[in-house]
């Protein structure tokens, strides 16, 4: 199962892009990438996943390298509603979404 | 309308009790789960059924029993809770194929 790692913490200015990068040296060719967010108090949400290829949805990019051991999820314009926690996921073979410890996204006004 | 509902929002409870915990989805999904956060804010799965059939089930003392009378709903029950029970249990769903999880909005039980 691919392991991932991401800063404990970040900061970012409100209005500012937020990036959040993410390490997943063992990850195979067909294992996918998803990017879920706990608001305090929320249950978790799914922000976007990705297999080769950038994604773009409504709420974030995501940005995988071409050797697919890293990926950086990106919040466009952040604001103080997206200080969260982050967690970048690859699914084990069961689909099996597993949290790790995440990034702590803390928006600045 | 809600995708996946948890209730009750709260429970405060006794050692000793027994309760349940009940989850419904109105997204059509096929897999439904229960995780557990504890204080510490890890996020840990417990239980996963799929068409109502258990197909994860973690190290998780068998004082939890879950039940899903069919693939809408997924409830939690807990025996004789103990103090190391507290803890926020978000329930979610998702589809083979699709995209991610949805989870509920959890429950927060405090046993005392």
């Known amino acids: 199962d691919a392991k991932t790692t991401q800063p404990t913490s970040m900061d970012c200015a409100e209005g500012r892009a937020a990036n959040l990068p993410c390490n997943h040296s063992?990850?195979?060719?067909?294992?996918?990438v998803y990017w879920y967010r706990q608001i305090h108090s929320q249950g978790p949400q799914y922000i976007i996943h990705?297999?080769?290829n950038n994604e773009t949805n409504e709420m974030a990019s995501l940005i995988i390298t071409e050797d697919r051991k890293s990926s950086t999820l990106i919040l466009p314009h952040a604001t103080l509603r997206d200080t969260a926690v982050y967690y970048c996921?690859?699914?084990?073979?069961?689909?099996?979404?597993?949290f790790g410890k995440g990034t702590r996204l803390h928006i600045l006004p | 309308d809600t995708a996946v509902s948890q209730t009750p929002k709260y429970l405060v409870t006794q050692m000793g009790n027994d309760k349940s915990i009940k989850c419904e989805q109105n997204?059509?999904?096929?897999?439904m789960y229960w995780y557990k956060q504890d204080s510490k804010k890890f996020l840990k799965i417990m239980f996963s059924?799929?068409?109502?059939?258990?197909?994860i089930n973690e190290t998780v003392p068998n004082r939890f029993s879950p039940k899903s009378p069919d693939k809408a709903h997924l409830n939690l029950h807990i025996n004789s809770l103990e103090l190391g029970d507290s803890a926020v249990y978000f329930c979610?769903?998702?589809?083979?194929?699709?995209?991610?999880?949805?989870f509920g909005s959890g429950t927060r039980l405090t046993v005392v």
């Open positions: 979610a769903s998702s589809q083979l194929g699709k995209r991610g999880y949805t």
């Open positions: 063992t990850i195979s060719g067909n294992e996918y």
């Open positions: 990705g297999l080769k």
């Open positions: 996921i690859v699914p084990n073979r069961d689909d099996k979404i597993i």
């Open positions: 997204l059509g999904h096929d897999t």
């Open positions: 059924y799929n068409n109502k059939e258990l197909i």
